[in-house]
C-alpha cells in the first residue's frame, strides 16, 4: 500500500514542479528507512530524535567518482511512536540535488495507525497499523547471492552508544550472475541495545560502489507529541488495512 502511496505523492510533487532538461524516472529508487519508521516494530522507553545520512560513492571506469548524500530526519517517543521525513530524492525518483519536498511517515501503535504525509499540499493517506510477527529489515543491506561468511566483530562505541557489531562478507562465484570473475561484497552492522537501533551501516559492493549510512546527532530527549500527529489542517484520506504497513 505505501508503495502506491509514494507513487501518488512523487507525482503530484513532479507535476507542481515546472520540466526541465535531463529528467530522471524512478528505476533504480531505494527507500532510506531507520528503525525509527519501521511499521510493526515497537520499541518503548527509548525515546531519540537524530538524523540519518547515507552517503554512496562509486568510482567509474574511467576513475570519475559519483558522490551522494542523503540525510533523513527520524524520531521515536517513549511510546513508540515514530515519524520519519524523508526527501523524495532519497525514495530514488530524483537527483538528491532537486529541489523537491519532503515526505513524512508516521507509525503510531498506539492509535493503531500509520501515516504519510504530504506537506506540501497538505494531505495525508491513513492506514491501519499491523503488529510485526518477525524481526524487521534494518536500515542498509542489498539482497545478495552467493556464499554469505558472518562473523561478529568486537564491540565499540559509535555515536557515544556502545555498539554490537556483525560483518557478512559474500563472495559470488564467476558465472553466477554473468560474472567472469568472483565479486565479492561487504556488510557491516553497528547495533545499539541500548537504544535498540542500527546505528552504523558500511557496504562495499565493486558492483555498485560503496554506501555508508549513519545514525548522527542523536538526542535521547523526549520528542514533542506534536510530532507524530497529523496536522489539524490537513485532509486525510482513509486507504483502509492492507499490507503496507508490513513495509
Known amino acids: 500500500m505505501y508503495r502506491w502511496i509514494l507513487i501518488g505523492l512523487m507525482a503530484a510533487s513532479m507535476a ?46 574511467d576513475g570519475n567518482r559519483i558522490h551522494q548524500t ?10 513508540g511512536r515514530t515519524r520519519t521525513e524523508e526527501p523524495l530524492s532519497g525514495l530514488g525518483a530524483l537527483a538528491p540535488n532537486s529541489n523537491f519536498p519532503v515526505v513524512v511517515f508516521i507509525h503510531d501503535p498506539v492509535a493503531g495507525a500509520n501515516y504519510a504525509l504530504n506537506p506540501r499540499n497538505k494531505t495525508a493517506t491513513k492506514s491501519a497499523w499491523m503488529p510485526r510477527n518477525r524481526g524487521g529489515r534494518d536500515f542498509g543491506g542489498r539482497g545478495r547471492a552467493g556464499t554469505a561468511k558472518p562473523e561478529s566483530l568486537p564491540g565499540k562505541t559509535v555515536e557515544g552508544l556502545a555498539a554490537e ?11 553466477q550472475v554473468g560474472n567472469e570473475q568472483p565479486i565479492q561484497t561487504v556488510l557491516e552492522r553497528w547495533y545499539s541495545p541500548d537504544l535498540q537501533v542500527v546505528l552504523l551501516v558500511k557496504q562495499s559492493d565493486p558492483r555498485v560502489g560503496e554506501t555508508v549510512t549513519r545514525l548522527v546527532n542523536i538526542s535521547r530527549a523526549e520528542p514533542p507529541r506534536s510530532l507524530f500527529e497529523v496536522p489539524a489542517d490537513y485532509k486525510v484520506a482513509d486507504a483502509g488495512r492492507g499490507r503496507g504497513a508490513e513495509r
Open 16 to 61: 507542481a514542479q515546472p520540466s526541465g532538461r535531463g529528467g530522471r524516472g524512478f528505476g533504480g529508487g531505494r527507500f532510506l528507512g531507520a528503525e525509527a519508521g519501521m511499521p510493526g516494530r515497537v520499541v518503548k522507553n527509548a525515546p531519540y530524535s537524530a538524523e540519518l545520512v547515507t552517503e554512496t560513492t562509486q568510482t567509474l571506469a
Open 165 to 175: 557489531g556483525t560483518r557478512v562478507t559474500t563472495v559470488i562465484p564467476a558465472g
Open 70 to 79: 542523503i540525510t533523513v530526519h527520524v524520531y521515536r517517543d517513549s511510546e
